[in-house]
């Protein structure tokens, strides 16, 4: 189904992040969006998009997805930070995608009727990581079976290669300060961050 933006709000549990969303059924890139609007934009804006037809990877990679799949990208201010502490920003985004992820697993096998305990466990134990630096991958997709005692397939079978889940990428540009490595050289950056 396509985003759904009011149930999204209806969630959400930040302070700033995700207050303003920008949504389209089709988009070339939600990081080009988000970079094109500038300072224009305010803090902690959200695009997604349900399809992205020229999305952008590491390395100018082209990064497409069909229906279905969830583009988003975000636009966050920091404070005065040393430049050499940007790459950090990259790593908490695919920390709170797979955080993300596991959170949606457990929740899946509460709706399938799992209690409390076992759905949580459920989700905490799902087999979704990080790929240094920037991939999130999964083990096996496996459809949720009814109760937590009900095999979902056969233990004895390979297992079978992880599938990439997500691809983070974030664009920084410094709005003020030097930004630097030096000593005392912070600088305040605009990061988008897509996923």
């Known amino acids: 189904p396509p985003f759904d933006p009011a149930a999204a709000l209806a969630r959400l549990g930040t302070a700033r992040l995700g207050h303003v969303i920008l949504t389209a059924s089709a988009l070339p890139s939600t990081q080009t969006l988000v970079q094109a609007g500038g300072a224009g934009l ?8 349900d399809v992205q037809v020229s999305g952008r990877g590491r ?14 990208s975000a636009l966050i ?23 993300g992820v596991k959170r949606l697993v457990g929740e899946a096998a509460a709706a399938a009727g799992w209690g409390e305990a076992d759905a ?4 905490e134990g799902a087999d979704v990581r990080i790929k240094w630096p920037n991939d999130v991958l999964a083990g096996e997709a496996r459809v949720l079976p009814t ?4 095999p979902s397939s056969s ?38 961050a897509g996923f």
Do not use: E
């Open 42 to 49: 305010p803090d902690g804006l959200v695009a997604v998009a």
């Open 59 to 72: 390395a100018g990679n082209v990064w497409s997805s069909p229906p279905g799949c969830l583009m988003a």
């Open 77 to 99: 201010a920091t404070s005065p930070i040393p430049g050499a502490r940007l790459p950090f920003v990259q790593y908490a985004v695919a920390l709170a995608v797979v955080r």
């Open 120 to 123: 949580r466990a459920a989700g």
């Open 147 to 150: 109760s937590p005692s009900s």
């Open 155 to 192: 233990s004895s079978s390979p297992s079978p290669p992880r599938k990439k889940l997500a691809g983070v990428l974030c664009h920084s540009t410094c709005v003020s300060g030097a930004g630097g490595s030096g000593p005392g050289a912070a600088g305040v950056f605009r990061i988008v």
